[in-house]
C-alpha cells in the first residue's frame, strides 16, 4: 500500500508487519482491518512460515495491499518478526499478528495527528475473544508517560498497540520462544528520545495465544528480562508489587487479564 497513488508522501510511512502460521480461522480479519485503514501510507508486510491450512489462499486474496509476502519455514515466532523487521523500509513498525487488528478504520489516522513525531507512539488495547466480540480492557492500562522502566511493573502497553521508529527498533532476541517483544520494547525504549500517548484505543488482541497456553514458561521468561534491564534485587522488589496487585485485582474482578 505504501505504492498507492494516492498517498501523502509527507507523511510517516508505517511498516506493518503480520507474522502467521496456519491460522485461516483468523488471518482475514488482521488483513481487513489494514486494508479498511484511511490512511495510505503504508507498507503491508507479511511472513507467513509455510502454512498448509489455506491462509495462504485467503492472503492472496488481500495481494493488492500486501506489499511483501515471505513464506517460508521458520525457527519460530520472533525469527519470522526479524524476517519482516529486515524488509521494513518504513518510518514505524508495528507487528499486528494473525487474529489482532487495528481497532478502527482510522487508526493510524490517529497515531499519526496525535503521535507528535515522536520515537514511540502507543495507545490503549481492547481485548477480543474468538467470535470477536469484546471481553474488556487489559489488566495493565498504558502510562501517560512512557519510557524503558515503565515495564518494571508489567508489560503496560501490549505489543499490538506501539509504534516505534524504525531506526531505533533493534532484532528480536531469538533466546526467547515467548516474550522477546517485552525485551524488544525495552531495548527501543532505551533508544528512544521521545515517546507520546494518544489517549485512544488503537488495537483489538485476541486473547488466548501462545504465551497464555505455555504460561509458565512466558512468566520465567519476562522475570529473566527485567531481571536482565532492572537488576536482581530490584526486580526482585517489582514482583512483590506485581504480585500484591495480581491479588487486589483478582478480588476485584475475580479473573486475569493481559
Not at 513498525?93 to 493510524?108: K, Q, R
Not at 524504525?166 to 517485552?182: F, G, K, M, N, V
Not at 512466558?218 to 517489582?238: C, P, Q, T, V, W
Request: hydrophobic residues 35%; charged residues 20%; glycine residues 6%.
Amino acid at each position: 500500500m505504501s505504492n498507492n497513488p494516492h498517498s501523502n508522501s509527507g507523511s510517516p510511512t508505517i511498516s506493518i508487519i503480520t507474522i502467521v502460521y496456519n491460522n485461516v480461522r483468523d488471518i482475514a480479519y488482521t488483513l481487513t482491518s489494514v486494508a479498511e485503514q484511511t490512511y495510505l501510507n503504508i507498507e503491508y508486510i507479511v511472513v507467513d512460515g509455510a502454512s498448509t491450512d489455506g491462509t495462504l489462499d485467503v492472503i492472496h486474496e488481500y495481494d493488492r495491499i500486501i506489499d511483501v509476502l515471505i513464506s517460508e519455514k521458520d525457527k519460530g515466532i520472533y525469527d519470522a518478526m526479524n524476517k519482516g523487521l529486515v524488509k521494513a523500509t518504513g518510518d514505524y513498525v508495528l507487528f499486528l499478528n494473525s487474529g489482532d487488528t487495528l481497532f478502527a478504520t482510522d487508526t493510524l489516522q490517529t497515531i499519526i495527528e496525535r503521535g507528535n513525531n515522536a520515537d514511540i507512539i502507543y495507545g490503549e488495547t481492547k481485548l477480543v475473544n474468538e467470535q470477536r466480540e469484546i471481553v474488556g480492557n487489559r489488566r495493565h492500562k498504558a502510562p501517560k508517560h512512557f519510557d524503558w522502566q515503565s515495564f518494571r511493573y508489567g508489560m503496560n502497553i501490549c505489543h499490538q498497540a506501539i509504534y516505534v521508529r524504525r531506526s531505533i527498533a533493534p532484532a528480536y532476541d531469538t533466546t526467547y520462544q515467548l516474550s522477546a517483544d517485552i525485551d524488544w520494547v525495552i531495548r527501543a525504549a532505551k533508544q528512544a528520545k521521545t515517546t507520546q500517548y494518544v489517549d485512544a484505543f488503537v488495537a483489538r488482541y485476541l486473547v488466548g495465544g501462545m504465551s497464555q497456553k505455555r504460561h509458565r514458561q512466558s512468566l520465567d521468561e519476562r522475570y529473566a528480562i527485567f531481571k536482565k534491564h532492572y537488576g536482581a534485587f530490584n526486580n526482585f522488589f517489582n514482583h512483590l508489587v506485581i504480585a500484591a496487585r495480581l491479588i487486589i485485582y483478582r478480588m476485584q474482578h475475580g479473573k486475569t487479564r493481559e
